[in-house]
C-alpha cells in the first residue's frame, strides 16, 4: 500500500479531533505498529490536527521498534505522556508541550495512563491466539495439537463445561464438525483500551465476522496462514515459519462493549474523503500520463490503492469498528 490509507486516516483524525472540542494534547496510540510506516504516512499527510498530536507506536517486537527511528524522530515516553512536573488534577496551567505536535514514541504496551484521543489497531486483533472448538457427537471439543512420530496432529478433547457452555451461547446452531474460535486474547485486548481511553474512541480494521457465520464456513476460510506474501499450507505444518491469522469475532468483542459502528472498509474510506482524493489523482493522471513523470506516477500509484482497499475479494472486505468514548 501507498501513501491513500494513511491520508484518509488523517482526515478521520481530524475528524476525530475536532468532535472532541479540538483537544490539545490529543494522542493516538497504533497498536501492532510494526517499523512506524502508517505513522510516517499520517505525518507526511499533514493533518490539521499535528500541533496536538502526540502519536504513540506500540510493537512488542523490539528489533521492529528499532527500526522505526529510520522513519520518524522519536522522543521518549515520558515526555509525551508523563505528567507536568508538580501538576495535580485541579491545575489549570496549559500543558507546556501544547502546539509543540506532531511528536512520536514507542512503547511495547499500551500507555499505563488514560488520555483523551484514539486507540487504533489495524490488522492486529487477526493475529491474537484463540482457542479453537470444534462440535462434535458429544457437545463441543477443543481442538489442541499432540505428535505423531515427528508430525504435529491435531487432537480433539472435550471442552470443559464453561467452554463448552460459552461455545453453544455463540454458535448454538453449529452442525456437526462445524468449528469457531473462542477470541479471549482479543477481547481482553479491547477490555484494555477502552479503559485507557478518557474520551474519543476505540478503531478497529480487520477481517470480522459473527461467529455463528463463522461455524457454517469451512474453517480453512477464517483460520488462514500466510507465508513470503502469500498463502500458505496447514496451520500445523512449518511451524514457525508461517503466520496464522483468524478472522475477529465481531459478537465476542460485542460482549465487552458494543461497536458505535460497524462498517465495511471501503465505507470508511469513502466517508473520511477516499473519493475526493482519488479524483483528483485521476485528473492529474489524464493530464500528465503523457508526460510519465513522478507526478503522474503517484497519482496513478493512488488509484491503483483506492481499488485495492475496496476490492470486496482482498482488502476490502476488512471491516471497520469503533467504539466512541465516554
Known sequence: ??????????????????????????????????????????????????????????????????????????????????????????????????????????????????????????????????????????????????????????????????????????????????????????????RDAVGRVDRGRVVVVDYATPTPSLATRPWEEWLRTYRAHGRGGHPLSAPGEQDLTCEVAVDQLATVRRPSADRPQAAFLRAHGMEELVEDARATWRERAGLGDLEALRARSLVGEAEALTDPAGLGAFRVLEWELP
Request: hydrophobic share 45%; glycine share 10%.
Open 1 to 190: 500500500m501507498g501513501s491513500l490509507f494513511a491520508t484518509v486516516l488523517s482526515r478521520a483524525l481530524d475528524s476525530w479531533w475536532a468532535g472532541l472540542g479540538r483537544p490539545d494534547p490529543f494522542v493516538v496510540v497504533e497498536v501492532g505498529a510494526g517499523v512506524g510506516t502508517l505513522a510516517a504516512g499520517i505525518r507526511r499527510a499533514h493533518p490539521q490536527c499535528s500541533a496536538a498530536l502526540r502519536y504513540v507506536l506500540v510493537e512488542r517486537s523490539g528489533a521492529l521498534r528499532a527500526r522505526q527511528a529510520l522513519h520518524l524522530t522519536l522522543q521518549p515516553p515520558s515526555s509525551l505522556l508523563g505528567a507536568r512536573p508538580g501538576a495535580d488534577e485541579d491545575d489549570d496551567e496549559p500543558d507546556p508541550l501544547a502546539g509543540t505536535g506532531p511528536m512520536f514514541t514507542s512503547l511495547a504496551e499500551l500507555p499505563g495512563e488514560s488520555f483523551v484521543g484514539v486507540v487504533l489497531a489495524n490488522e492486529l486483533l487477526d493475529n491474537m491466539a484463540f482457542l479453537l472448538l470444534q462440535r462434535s457427537d458429544s457437545g463441543w471439543s477443543e481442538v489442541r495439537v499432540g505428535e505423531e512420530g515427528s508430525e504435529l496432529v491435531e487432537v480433539l478433547v472435550p471442552a470443559v463445561p464453561h467452554l463448552g457452555a460459552e461455545a453453544d451461547h455463540l454458535a448454538p446452531d453449529a452442525a456437526l464438525g462445524g468449528r469457531i474460535p473462542v477470541q479471549r486474547r482479543a477481547r481482553a485486548w479491547l
